[in-house]
């Protein structure tokens, strides 16, 4: 063997080693990636399961999950043993939105997304308090802030008919937007216009 053939040989090696590691350490990672993403779709729905009342007959809710290509809020209907106090009820509907759809639809927020906080005042303003650490998956962009939003007041006003208003924090903050689009620094009413009507 020329000498030249084994520094071929040998950097051959060295690419192929390489190329090896890098696809271990990539599925590696991948599978950390979706046990992280299955435990907190199991914490969910843990914590939700501890909202509901024992013996409690479940009632239908009416979720709004957003359809980017049509720039629309398309409804889905989960069933739901609803809690018996308004705001452990906010906390089931934006538990069933982090759960996410159960027909492929786009999800309102990250499965990462924790709540921090819920209260609702007897005017019927709702105050969701999300974790800012939580929420950095959150897609970016107008439309995409603009139909999370509204997917999240839509479906809390679907199914709680005393929240009449909904104003966002962010670790307990009031913050001008989400990711740089969408001005939080006032309340949301629902805006029916978003929701997809039936064929």
């Known amino acids: ?11 051959l090696f060295a690419v192929v080693a390489a190329g090896g590691f890098y696809i271990f350490r990539l599925l590696k990672r991948r599978a950390a990636a979706s ?5 907190r779709l199991a914490r969910t729905r843990l914590t939700e399961a501890a909202l509901q009342p024992p013996g409690a007959a ?3 809710v009416q979720l709004y999950f957003p359809s980017f290509p049509d720039g629309k809020l398309v409804s889905e209907t989960r069933s739901i043993k609803l809690a ?10 934006l538990l069933a939105l982090i759960e996410g759809s159960h027909q492929g639809r786009s999800p309102a927020l990250p ?13 019927g303003a709702a105050y969701i308090d999300f974790s800012g650490k ?16 509204y997917s999240i007041v839509d ?24 990711d740089g689009h969408v001005n939080l620094t006032g309340f949301f009413v629902p805006d029916l216009s978003l929701i997809e009507s039936g064929p």
């Open 1 to 11: 063997m020329t000498r030249k053939v084994v520094i071929l040989t040998l950097i």
């Open 35 to 39: 046990s992280a993403v299955s435990e």
């Open 58 to 60: 479940a009632s239908n």
């Open 84 to 93: 018996a106090t308004d705001t452990d009820r906010i906390r089931q509907v």
């Open 111 to 123: 499965p990462s997304t924790t709540i921090r906080g819920v209260f609702l005042t007897a005017d």
């Open 134 to 149: 939580s929420l950095a998956a959150f897609d970016s962009g107008i439309e995409s802030e603009t139909l999370s939003i």
């Open 155 to 178: 479906s809390l006003a679907a199914n709680i008919p005393d929240v009449k208003q909904v104003k966002f924090l962010v670790d307990g903050q009031e913050v001008e937007t989400l």
